[in-house]
């Protein structure tokens, strides 16, 4: 072969690759996310309306695209304090509390329980339709344990353990999404070494008890790309389903998704790094096939639970959330993708991850990800009523905001929900 075709090749493949994943994704999100839908209008009476105009937008996803909240900035008042809420509004379905629910956050002291800040957030998830995840009952890191927590003996232990439990899942008692019950499990043992292997499943089995219709997950990190990880997260989750626990999900934690590349050869990411950022690269085929095994081997939604990308440079961060938010979406068994967080003056790590700037503006990779969300991943138009009363439209699965206007000039709006069980919906009038 002539050298400058090789030369040519060597040049066009990799690009061909990128491609190849990306056209591959978005053919599964269009056959996995979205429906063929059918809306009916009808009068007070039951008889159908031909002739009227529906005009429907996407509201919100049924999919679980969210972001960690917290109380500081939900709160504030000012400007900082719209844009953050807006932000929340404008792009998510979903919510976690950044640290409001962990025992460190509801009782510093002990006997002194305080939910007021984790009641606000989820009362403002519940007013606006957004579901929440609850994270997290237990923390099997020591450093993260209370100073009066590390203090007491196994048996007052035991009884705080059973204490906060109680307290903490029947109050959220079917308000949540999901429940991260032990984070961490896989890198901490502060409970198992105090009270027993078999308490982690307790914990399950209790929670299940107190909370059944809530999935309960494991949550951990490193686990990308990375099949030594993998192989014990399924170990600990089949124990603890031999120990009669009910595991509903896993969480997959990815605070180092900047590795995430197209190029099967690049170098490992440089400098020091903190145990839970991976220094080796994740191409999408890693990816996917971490979720494809998980999926396998247990039959259990996923959630990608705790995501951030740091890097300087905001247009790369857009492009590796990007990646992640595509692959995530296009894979079956994920039913979750939440950012921790998006503010510059608010991202846990800095703006070197964040999506908005300072200034509430959005960088370049906030306005990837805005972009996404709000227009490539919605539906929008408008469709007129046959004389059966129906109309029919192809879009994602969510609640859509439909807009009527009858024969006679009349309007009327609605909210429904689209969903694959149910992709049809009726709207009656009412006079």
Known sequence: ???????????????LAAADWRSDADARIERLRKGDFTVEVRDAAGAPIGGATVSYQLKRHAFLFGTAIA???????????????????????????????KWYSTEVERGHEDYAQADALLAFAAQNGLRMRGHCLFWEKQKYAMPWLVALNPADLK???????????SRYAGRLASWDVDNEALDGSFFRERLGADFMAWMFKETARLDPKTPLFVNEYAILGNPEKTTRLLALVKDLQAKGATVGGIGIQSHDSDRLTTDREAAPMAGERPEWMMKARLTPEMFLATLDRLSAETRMPIHLTEISAKTPDAVRRGEVLDMLFRLGFSHESVQAIMLWGFGAKTHWMGPDAALMNADNTLNAAGTRISHLLREEWTTRGSATVGADGRTAFRGFYGVYTLKITLPDGRQIARDVSLTKPAPAAVVRLTE
């Open 1 to 15: 072969m002539n050298r400058h075709v090789l030369a040519l090749l060597f040049l066009v493949l990799p690009s």
């Open 71 to 101: 109380y500081a900035p939900f709160a504030d008042q000012g400007e900082d304090g719209r844009q953050y809420r807006q932000f929340i509004l404008d792009h998510f379905s979903a919510l976690v509390c950044e640290n409001e629910m």
């Open 159 to 169: 009884a705080a353990v059973e204490h906060r439990l109680t307290a903490t899942a």
